[in-house]
Structure formats: structure tokens, C-alpha cells
């Protein structure tokens, strides 16, 4: 079975660049632009991890986490955010709303290889 990333971002570079490094690793990849988009994808597809931007409209990805995270059939799935919010109080934050890391952009090839052995 291949495992199944999603990967959301409203930035399409950014999304493109996080898909090529998923794909290069043997993983399907799912895309979406918005945290409301991404609580969706993971209750209807169930990804076996989620890499997620913060600052989005409509629902920003701590919002989206939250759900994700609070969600019975959702909670086990590890939502990594990838983000140019790298303060303390970020990371904090992130991990407060059921975020397992926090990788800032700009980030290299390596971080975001490393997410995935981790949590895959």
C-alpha cells in the first residue's frame, strides 16, 4: 500500500515544491488550498500524515489542525505545519493545537524527508 500525504498550502510554488519532494520519496500526494479543504480531505481520503501552511483565508491551518486533531476518525493522522511563522510562540501554538512539528520556510529537501521518516 502506498502511503498518502496531504499537503496543504495556498501558495501553488509551495505546494508544487512539497509535492516534488513527497513524490520523489515513493508517497501519493493529495493537494489542498485551504485549511476548510484540508479537514475535508482528511475525513474523506485519511492521509497517513499532512503537511500544512498557517496563514490561509477562510481557516487558517491551526484552525484546520484542531479539527483534524479533535476528530475521532481523524486524530491519529500527524499534521506537520510548514510555515513562515517560526517565532517560539509559534511553535508553541502549533503544538497546542495538536501540531506534531513545526518545519520554517524557507525549508530544504532534508527537513521535509526527515518529517516524513519520522512520522511515516
Known sequence: MINKVLVVDDSK?????????????GYQVITAVSGEEAVEKAKSMRPDMIFMDVIMDNKDGF??????????????????????????????????????ALVSKPYTTDQIVHQINKYI
Do not use: H, Y
Open 63 to 100: 484552525e484546520a489542525c484542531r479539527e483534524i486533531t479533535t476528530d475521532s476518525n481523524t486524530r491519529n493522522i500527524p499534521v506537520v505545519f510548514v510555515t513562515a511563522k517560526c517565532q517560539k510562540v509559534d511553535r508553541v501554538w502549533a503544538e497546542l493545537q495538536g501540531g506534531k
Open 13 to 25: 510554488p509551495d505546494l508544487e515544491c512539497l509535492k516534488k519532494i513527497i513524490l520523489g520519496q
